[in-house]
């Protein structure tokens, strides 16, 4: 291994290489986290005091501790989504401010695909061009938080290059449905990329021999990506099972590896812990649903096998409206 703060580990050089080529970007940056991602990617498009276009279900906005206010000193508005993560491309025009003495700079807008909170949405190749170029036209910089780019483009038959070509720059997860242990990629153009490590570095993410973690994602890039239509096909099972038990869940919507349903009984945490008591993992989100994810080591009994402990849980009254 080498240091990475010096360019200098071959593995870690490998896999930004790597994961340039498959997003169809100059260079990439290995980060340890989605969330450092976003935040660098954040921190580079933007200076303090700008003003980024967010939707409102988006994980920026909702679950990264408020870092693009304390940490980049940007002041986020919000849009609000629509069913598959994008949002009106007009209101996106209407929201980019003139350069009127009183108010602040519209720098970015931010899309992501697929969209964790609205299920694993996915944004179309023709939803995303519809929506940059409106951002473009308006002189905007668009960064897109693609956790799950690779689900997205097996669910709408594209390539992940294909659907962040419009985009300035695209972060990826290897930790989740690709299932390396740690780590995430930040990918754009080669100048773009070089001031981000400088922003990698101030938050405290310049990892060294980071050479071991880097291998893993490798592994998840060049093994991972193809088996991740199993999870897909897993995900649609676990909700017609759901629909069968008599959750209202549109098994139509479900496109990739996330199934969302409003929480049976409306009591979030109890379901969620009468759930792990019996060995089934679901996280509760806001607006009393639950969130189940199908991963790698996840086979198709498996699901039935969850099933059969969901209904185990369901309130009473659930399960007798179904039965009759
Ligand atoms: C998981 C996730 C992130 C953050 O990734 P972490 O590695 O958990 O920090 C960002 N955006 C989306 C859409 C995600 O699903």
Known sequence: MGDDVFGEDPTVN???????RRLGKEAALFVASGTMGNLVALLTHCEAGDEVLVGDQAHIFQREVGAAARVAGLMISTLPNESDGGFDPER???MVRGSDLH?????????????NYLGGAVLSVARTR????VA??????IHLDGARIFNAALAVDASAAELAASCDSVGFCLSKGLAAPVGSLLCGEAPFIERARKHRKMLGG????AGVLAAAGLVALREMVSRLAADHANARRLA?????LGLPVDVERIQTNIVVVPVPGGDGRAFQRALAERGVLATVISGGRARFVTHYGIEGQDVDEALSRVEAVLPERLVKDVAE
């Not at 519209?106 to 969209?115: F, G, I, M, S, Y």
């Open 14 to 20: 490998a896999l930004e290489m790597e994961a340039a």
């Open 92 to 94: 996106v025009r209407r």
């Open 103 to 115: 108010e602040p700079r519209t720098r970015l807008l931010t899309l992501e695909n697929t969209h």
């Open 130 to 133: 519809a929506l940059t170029a």
């Open 136 to 141: 473009r036209e308006m002189g905007l910089r």
């Open 206 to 209: 310049g990892m060294r021999q």
């Open 240 to 244: 017609w099972g759901l629909a069968e």
